[in-house]
């Protein structure tokens, strides 16, 4: 086991990048060795989650999950990933508690001007391959929203278009101008 005091550099492996405290104050991601730094929410961001929070809630779905921000998942043993926005059920999360490394069936991102199409489609990809049922990329700048239910099913949605969770959250639905109300 390596301790924190051991790593004095950038990390090299998945091993290192798990006890390793950046001294930027920044979060990161691990990518296969590639480090990818994260700047967390912005405040519109946040905005989103809780409008997306408060009908999670609101659907009874409290009971059954949670919603969590910015949570790190292992999407293999390369991969560590922290989607801004992941569902979890009970089960899912009682196995954490157990050491387990559990895949959301639900995914959010909200995407910003710093984010590049390319690493977008990779996580798309990434996602779905580890077992993410739903994928919701929320563009705040344009007012859409990218439904995937696959990498080759996807569903824009625009004005009063409907956002669905299926067949993850049957009732988890919301249209577009909702989000950015």
């Known amino acids: 086991m390596i301790t924190k005091q ?23 991601e691990w990518n296969d060795g590639e480090l990818i730094k994260f700047t967390g929410m912005n405040k519109n961001q946040l905005y989103i989650y809780a409008i997306l929070s408060n009908l999670f809630f609101k659907k009874g779905y409290g009971e059954i999950g949670t919603l969590v921000a910015e949570q790190d998942v292992m999407l293999s043993g390369i991969q560590m990933r922290r989607p801004d926005i992941s569902y979890f059920s009970r089960e899912q999360i009682n196995n954490t508690k157990l050491g387990i490394d559990e895949i959301p069936e639900f995914v959010i991102e909200v995407i910003s001007g710093s984010d590049n199409s390319y690493k977008i489609e990779d996580k798309i990809a990434e996602y779905f391959k580890a077992g993410v049922k739903v ?6 700048e344009h ?26 959250l049957p009732e988890f639905e919301i249209n577009v101008d909702a989000i950015f109300a």
Do not use: H, Q
Not at 6 to 28: A, H, N, Q, R
Not at 144 to 164: E, F, Q
């Open 143 to 168: 007012k859409l929203v990218y439904v995937y239910t696959s990498r080759k099913d996807v569903k824009i949605c625009t004005d009063s278009d409907i956002c669905s969770a299926k067949p993850v």
């Open 6 to 28: 051991e790593i004095s550099t950038l990390p090299k492996t998945l091993e290192e990048f798990m006890v390793w405290e950046p001294e930027d104050g920044f979060k990161y």
């Open 135 to 140: 994928i919701w990329n929320v563009y705040p």
